[in-house]
């Protein structure tokens, strides 16, 4: 390391202020780090994105109620938030510069500079009332588009486009949710309680078109899209929520090796071992050189930028745990946590009305892979538990709502 001996010294330059970078801060300093800290973001001070299509997108919550922590917090513990963009990594007198032209040099380098939302490609989407949802500016400028009567297409299922339907519903507009799967999310939650999950948008009157957009056409008082299924939609706005791609540039101009994700180590170091890489542009190069799948999950940012934290400052690896999510729509509450999509057999409980409100998915030896419940929090971290000790459940007892599964999970 240059610049300094003691690892506890090192100059650390965060680029991005994301969840996993605030994260790297906070965790450096809760270990004891001295040395100099910066987080750089255009954005300023760091905040939370779950809540843009939810509580921010509805009003309910303002950008400070979002933000991890005040001015006053960084400046206490001696981080310096750098509110400029970073354009470029120097890997030979290592240092970042930003916009603005200056260096700030560095002993350690982590990147966290997240993802962009993937653009809808067809002509047409860049037109101002085509909408995505990634940050605090993303949500004002839809939010100001919606309202009573507003007539609001979504291109996209997944977690950010049901949390954003529910959301504009209940904000009076005219939601139809497009959508190529029947239902999405079955790898994470599992076949049962995605058609659940799913039908919720009908439930609302949201209305669901299972095809893809063919094409834009842009006219002065709507965006009419045309499905593959034939019958077109006409819009006053379009939402699109089909994934993110990730912010690789810098790695890539820096001749870091790149594949979907900057590739990095079990303890988060790129090729270069003095610049590291968490959050949703990470991705795990095995000692085989193989390549794991990348999270984009708000679990993964937190666990990612603790395992950085750790690696700098030369602390034992922290123990792994399975990858958790949650989201919500319509009033109710999802979490998933572990594998759903792998080999093994499903164990589902239900309601009194017979509906899906849990579902465990179980290894051929009889170990617990994965959970995932709706308005089952408890349900969902007594799994994580099962999940991380390598547990082998009594299926009968999954399946019984009477039996906590505290209780299994001890």
Not at 150 to 155: E, F, P, S, Y
Not at 317 to 327: D, L, R, V
Request: glycine share 12%; charged share 30%; net charge negative.
């Amino acid at each position: 390391m240059t610049g300094a001996r003691d690892p506890r010294d090192a100059r650390v330059v965060i680029v991005g202020g994301g969840l996993g970078g605030f994260t790297v801060a906070k965790e450096l300093r809760d270990r004891g780090h001295r040395g100099p800290i910066a987080v750089v973001d255009p954005a300023g001070l760091p905040y939370d994105r779950p809540p843009l299509s939810k509580g921010y997108l509805s009003g309910e919550r303002t950008l400070d109620d979002l933000r991890f922590e005040s001015a006053d917090w960084y400046a206490e513990r001696g981080i310096d938030v750098v509110e400029d963009a970073a354009t470029a990594l120097d890997l030979d007198d290592l240092a970042v510069v930003v916009a603005g032209g200056d260096r700030l040099p560095a002993d350690r380098i982590v990147l966290a500079t997240g993802g962009r939302a993937r653009p809808l490609p067809l002509d047409g989407a860049d037109d101002p009332r085509v909408h995505v949802l990634r940050t605090s500016d993303d949500a004002d400028r839809l939010r100001a588009a919606i309202g009573e009567g507003t007539r609001l297409a979504i291109v996209g299922g997944g977690l950010i486009g049901a949390e954003a339907a529910s959301t504009a519903a209940s904000l009076g507009a005219r939601v139809t949710l497009i959508e190529p799967a029947d239902p999405p999310l079955v790898p994470a939650v599992g076949p049962e309680l995605a058609r659940r999950l799913h039908d919720m948008h009908e439930e609302r009157e949201v209305r669901v078109r299972t095809a893809l957009p063919a094409s834009l056409e842009l006219a002065d008082d709507a965006v009419r899209i045309e499905l593959t299924d034939g019958d077109p939609i006409e819009a006053d706005a379009l939402l699109v929520g089909i994934g993110i791609i990730p912010n690789t540039g810098l790695a890539e101009s820096a001749g870091l090796d790149v594949d979907n994700g900057v590739l990095v180590d079990e303890r988060q170091r790129t090729a270069d071992p003095r610049v590291l890489a968490v959050g949703d542009i990470a991705r795990l190069r095995f000692a085989d050189g193989a390549l794991a799948r990348r999270h984009e999950h708000w679990d993964n940012a937190i666990a990612s930028g603790v395992r950085a934290a750790a690696a700098i400052v030369d602390d034992p690896e922290p123990a792994p745990s399975a990858g958790w999510f949650w989201s919500d729509r319509y009033g109710c509450h999802v979490e998933g946590v572990g594998e759903m999509h792998v080999d093994g057999t499903t164990v589902l409980r239900h309601d009194r009305d017979g509906r899906p409100t849990a579902a465990f998915r179980l290894g051929a030896d009889g170990r617990m892979l994965g959970a995932a419940a709706i308005d089952g929090g408890l349900t969902v971290r007594a799994a994580r538990r099962i999940i991380d000790r390598g547990a082998v459940v009594d299926p009968e007892a999954l399946a019984d709502p009477a039996v906590d599964l505290k209780r299994l999970a001890r």
